[in-house]
């Protein structure tokens, strides 16, 4: 059973976000990851927001902020366009 406070949705600003990256080019694809109730990306921090963390083998690791917390996500990219999908994350939410 999960822990208390996690959640497995999201908003559907944090869904349409997720498809905006799904289709840029290098994206393989987006994986949901959990949930953190009551957290925030901080000020400025609106609800469908994504922010890159950092590059892992494979893609890369990000959180969005729901209405009710964060929602961890890995973006799994092609190989070698790691760098170029995150300009292009940063460039599109904010």
Known sequence: MPSRGRHQSSSKECLRAISKIEAMPGVVGVIIGRSYGGKSLGQGGKTGEIR?????SGGLKAVTQTSKGL???FIRTEQGVA?????QIEQSTH
């Open 52 to 56: 890159v963390q950092r590059e892992v």
């Open 83 to 87: 760098k170029e999908v995150w300009h």
């Open 71 to 73: 929602q961890e996500l």
